[in-house]
């Protein structure tokens, strides 16, 4: 049983220093595509759900960047959650604070009542990106986001994939 034990640990170990490897190079590729393109990263907004340009970077920033802008002129830009699972998971923990100002939130069908941060994955999350303008050094929000959750499943009848949106709204 100690044997077992043992190697289990040893798997976990090894399991996690995979995903650590995948998300470091994830957010690599992230960078590498972003220096050609005009995208910048923030994090949460304010409290009058708006972002400040003092707390933008060009280059992701794990633990910190939460949203892309995609800059469109110099004074308009569409910003969207980055789509990666540990900037979701963080997100969604405390979505109250960084999702529901900027951003409404869709969980497609009613048997995906028990979700929880760690069963998200990102083929479940759907982005839809909002705008913004920047008015001195602050980005203003004139169009919300969206992040659906979608729970494809397939019928047992056929193999057709259920696909019902349903506003979700956190008590």
């Avoid at 969980?107 to 982005?127: A, C, P, R, S, W």
Wanted: proline share 3%; net charge negative; with cysteine.
């Amino acid at each position: 049983i100690e044997r077992i034990k043992k190697e289990q640990e040893e798997i976990e170990k090894k399991i996690k220093e995979e995903e650590e490897k995948k998300s470091k190079k994830n957010y690599e590729k992230l960078n590498e595509n972003n220096l050609e393109k005009n995208i910048i990263y923030l994090s949460s907004p304010d409290g009058k759900r708006n972002f400040h340009e003092q707390d933008s970077s060009n280059k992701f920033k794990d633990g910190e960047s939460v949203y892309e802008f995609k800059l469109l002129s110099d004074n308009k830009a569409e910003f969207s959650i980055v789509k990666n699972i540990n900037v979701i998971r963080r997100a969604f923990r405390h979505y109250d604070l960084i999702i529901l100002p900027v951003c409404d939130i869709t969980i497609n069908n009613m048997d995906f009542k028990y979700i929880t941060v760690d069963n998200i994955d990102l083929e479940q999350v759907e982005i839809v990106p909002g705008e913004v303008e920047k008015e001195g050094n602050i980005w203003k929000v004139i169009k919300r986001g969206k992040i659906i959750i979608v729970n494809k499943k397939k019928t047992e009848a056929s193999n057709e994939i259920q696909d019902e949106n349903i506003p979700y709204a956190p008590l």
